[in-house]
Nanobody, 119 residues
Framework: VQLQASGGGLKQAGDSLRLSCAAS?????MGWFRQAPEKEREFVAR????????DYVDSVKGRFTISRDNAQNTVHLQMNDLKPEDTAVYYC????????????????WGQGTLVTVSS
């Protein structure tokens, strides 16, 4: 299984950005996590296999949307109204099961993409 995350960049507060994660080797529950400097890796969002169920950390609810295109085996994270506190390396992760929002609950990880939001 390989996960390739892309789409990070430098934005200003209030801007939008879309991250993508291309998966190969199967179809999985997909999640996005982020890790800011000197902080623990944090759950951001997840989506089930069919795309009918999603969960978000409270701090991004109403601003971020996770979606998937199973035909392309790709998951996206649309991030709107970005804030400086969204600055982090964003990782996509995959697992066969929808059971966890903790990093330890995901078996496969991408390499991360940096999102920087200036005030």
């Amino acid at each position: 299984v390989q996960l390739q995350a892309s789409g990070g960049g430098l934005k200003q507060a209030g801007d939008s950005l879309r991250l993508s994660c291309a998966a190969s080797g199967g179809t999985f529950v997909m999640g996005w996590f982020r890790q800011a400097p000197e902080k623990e890796r944090e759950f951001v969002a997840r989506i089930n296999l069919s795309g009918t169920r999603t969960d978000y950390v409270d701090s991004v609810k109403g601003r971020f949307t996770i979606s998937r295109d199973n035909a392309q085996n790709t998951v996206h994270l649309q991030m709107n109204d970005l804030k400086p506190e969204d600055t982090a390396v964003y990782y996509c992760a995959a697992d066969p099961f929808y059971g966890s929002s903790r990093p330890t609950g995901y078996r496969y990880w991408g390499q991360g993409t940096l999102v920087t939001v200036s005030s």
